[in-house]
Nanobody, 118 residues
Framework: VQLQASGGGLVQPGGSLRLSCAAS????????MGWYRQAPGEQRELVAT???????NYADSVKGRFTISRDNAKNTVYLQMNGLKPEDTAVYYC?????????????WGQGTQVTVSS
């Protein structure tokens, strides 16, 4: 499956952005979709995940500011980012893990740049 991310850009501190990530086909019923980010010189880190049953998990640094959601009919995951801070600047990657009887299949999108600066 291919994951197409969009919605990144340049925003001032305190501003908002909404990222979207669409899968190219129907997703296996048991799955986790998520967003990760990687700042220059840093390792890729978890931002938020959402399971196929809509259970969510957030990094402490984004709790209360970011909201992850999904539209299963569109095979799409979203990340609403409010109260953006300069330290949120990074390339954001969407991720899909399909959990199958034969094992897990892991997919990554191409990344979208988010820059928070005045």
């Amino acid at each position: 499956v291919q994951l197409q991310a969009s919605g990144g850009g340049l925003v001032q501190p305190g501003g908002s952005l909404r990222l979207s990530c669409a899968a190219s086909r129907s997703i296996f019923s048991i799955n986790v979709m998520g967003w990760y980010r990687q700042a220059p010189g840093e390792q890729r880190e978890l931002v938020a995940t959402i399971t196929s049953r809509s259970s969510t998990n957030y990094a402490d640094s984004v709790k209360g500011r970011f909201t992850i959601s999904r539209d299963n009919a569109k095979n799409t995951v979203y990340l609403q980012m409010n109260g953006l801070k300069p330290e949120d600047t990074a390339v954001y990657y969407c991720n899909l893990v399909e959990v199958r009887i034969t094992g897990r299949a892991n997919y990554w999108g191409q990344g979208t740049q988010v820059t928070v600066s005045s």
